[in-house]
């Protein structure tokens, strides 16, 4: 599994974790939904700055982000 999918599949676990839909997501990044959509699929390289997004929208640090990858 590439690092993409990884990414993908920890942001989508830890979505579901939260009862968030991508759309509520989404908007606790200020991202779009389809864009929250592809992340998880791992057919986006997604760039430091919006995975620090993703991060405080969980409340959690970039490195707890990327544990267990």
């Known amino acids: 599994m590439d690092?993409?999918?990884k990414i993908g599949n920890k942001i989508r676990k830890l979505?579901?974790?939260r009862d968030l839909s991508q759309e509520q997501f989404a908007n606790l990044c200020g991202l779009?939904?389809?864009y929250i959509a592809g992340i998880e699929q791992g057919k986006r390289n997604v760039s430091i700055v919006n995975l620090e997004k993703i991060a405080k929208a969980f409340e959690i640090s970039l490195s707890k982000l990327f544990k267990d990858l």
């Open 3 to 5: 690092i993409k999918s």
């Open 32 to 34: 779009d939904r389809t």
């Open 15 to 17: 979505r579901h974790q």
